[in-house]
């Protein structure tokens, strides 16, 4: 795959260097960023039907990585956009909190369900724990 630099304009503020992908175009674009400090290269994604962009850490400051990084994760989002899935990152705990209070009509059973939650989240400590034993 082959990516070209764009050259940019002496007014962007924090995009020191930014790259294009050959194929999508504007909508994957890796650059570094000057007012974070570093050499890491950032991704910034465009997903059709969602406002606004994705904006990322590549955690590499090797644009060869870089880039089909972007590339992965543009289509990982894309794909979770068809299947209207949530594009948000989040824990297991996080999913289960928000499924608690979606779905469960009482204060009583919420209670209940995150309590049995606590239980298996220790339980599964205590297990990781007792395997590097």
Known sequence: MVHRQLTVNND?????????????GAKVIIHKRSDVGGDNWWLRLKIDGVKGYIRRSCKTDNAALAMPKATEDYENYKLRKQ????LENYTVAQYFERWIEGSTKTETRR??????WQMMEIRQKQNVCMQRV
Do not use: E
Not at 83 to 86: D, F, P, Q, V
Not at 111 to 116: A, D, N
């Open 12 to 24: 962007m503020t924090y995009h020191s260097k930014r790259i294009q992908h050959d194929i999508y």
């Open 83 to 86: 299947n209207n899935l949530s």
């Open 111 to 116: 209670k209940w369900i995150s309590g049995v």
